[in-house]
C-alpha cells in the first residue's frame, strides 16, 4: 500500500468559524448587523470592513475568544474521513495569540478527539510545512506552500484568485475523497 | 543575495536545559544525586535512569515546568548570531504537553526576544518541517529531516550514531558561522 499523502488543514475559518467571531466582535463595537451571508455577496469585508476591524483585532487576544468558536458545517464528519484516507495535521499560524496556543489544542481535543497530539501544528508562517496538500483561507499561506491548494471560501478572500475554491466541507469531500 | 538557508533550532536539551530539569525530578523522587556531568561518563541514563524516569515523567504537565529552565549556555549569543546569516526557526515537539505551549512562547520571549513569533513552531512530529537544516537531540526527529543535521549531544543520545554531533553552542558556531 503506498504511503499516504500528507495533508494540513487550517483551523481559522477552514474548521472554526473564526469568521462569525469576528463579526460578533465588529458588529457589536462599531452597531451593526452584518453577517457572513450578507458579505459574501459583495466586497465590503475586503474593501471597508476588514480595514475598520483591525482597530478592534485586539479583542482576538482575549481568554476565550479561539475556545468558544463554533465548528464549520460538516467540518467533523468529512476531517474524519479525510483522516482515514489521508495523514492528516493539523496548521494554524497561532503565535501571534500566545492565549490561542492551549484554548487551540483543548478545541481539537473537544471536537476533533480523533487527531492525535503528533498531528498538530501551531506556528507563525506556513512556509515552512512539508507535506502534500494544503486547505487555508489565506493567499499568504496558499502561495508559498509546494504542492495541491484549496482555497477554503470565506468574506475576506472572495477576491482571491489562483487556487481551486472550496466553499465548504462538502465540496472539499468532493476533491479528494 | 542568495536566500537564507533556513536552520530549525529544537528547544528542550538544545536552548533549554530540560536535562537538568528532568534530572532534579528525577533526583527529588528517587533520592539520588545524579548530576548530567557524572551521566556524561557513562550509559547509565539509557540502561538504567531513563527508563525509571518514565515513572515520574508525568510531573512535565506541571505549571511551570518549560517556563522556569535555564537557557544552554551560549546559546543566546550563538543563536543571536544564527539569525542574522540563516532565516532560524525555533520547532519543539510540545503538543503532548498542553502547558507547555504557552510557557514555550513566553520562554522565547524573555531570552531569546529577536525571534519573531512567525519564526516559532509547535508541533508533535517534525516530519512535516521543510528547511534546510536541523539542530536537535533525538534521533527520531532528525531521521526524518530531508536536509543536514546535527545532533546535539545530552545524556540520553550518548549512543546515537549517524549524525554529526555537536557537544555544546560553540561547535554549533564553529560548524555553522
Known amino acids: 500500500m503506498p504511503e499516504k499523502k500528507i495533508l494540513f488543514l487550517d483551523m481559522d ?7 462569525q ?31 475598520n476591524y ?46 490561542s496556543l492551549k484554548e487551540k489544542h483543548e478545541w481539537l481535543e473537544e471536537h476533533f478527539p480523533f487527531i492525535h497530539w503528533k498531528n498538530m501544528i501551531l506556528c507563525g508562517d506556513k512556509s515552512i510545512l512539508k507535506g502534500d496538500i494544503l486547505i487555508d483561507d489565506h493567499l499568504k499561506n496558499l502561495s508559498v506552500f509546494d504542492g495541491q491548494t484549496l482555497l477554503f471560501d470565506a468574506i475576506h478572500n ?11 466541507w462538502k465540496e472539499v469531500a468532493d476533491v479528494l475523497l
Do not use: C
Open 13 to 19: 475559518d477552514v474548521m472554526a468559524d473564526a469568521g
Open 54 to 99: 483591525l482597530s478592534v483585532r485586539n479583542q482576538l487576544h482575549n481568554p476565550g475568544f479561539f475556545r468558544n468558536l463554533a465548528v464549520k458545517d460538516d467540518a467533523i464528519e468529512v476531517v474524519r474521513e479525510l483522516n482515514e484516507k489521508y495523514n492528516v495535521y493539523i496548521a494554524s499560524a497561532a503565535m501571534e495569540f500566545p492565549n
Open 158 to 168: 472572495v477576491k482571491t484568485e489562483g487556487h481551486q475554491r472550496v466553499h465548504n
Open 21 to 51: 467571531g469576528i463579526l460578533d466582535i465588529y458588529n457589536a463595537h462599531f452597531k451593526t448587523n452584518h453577517t457572513k451571508e450578507s458579505l459574501a455577496q459583495n466586497t465590503l469585508w475586503e474593501e471597508e470592513i476588514g480595514a
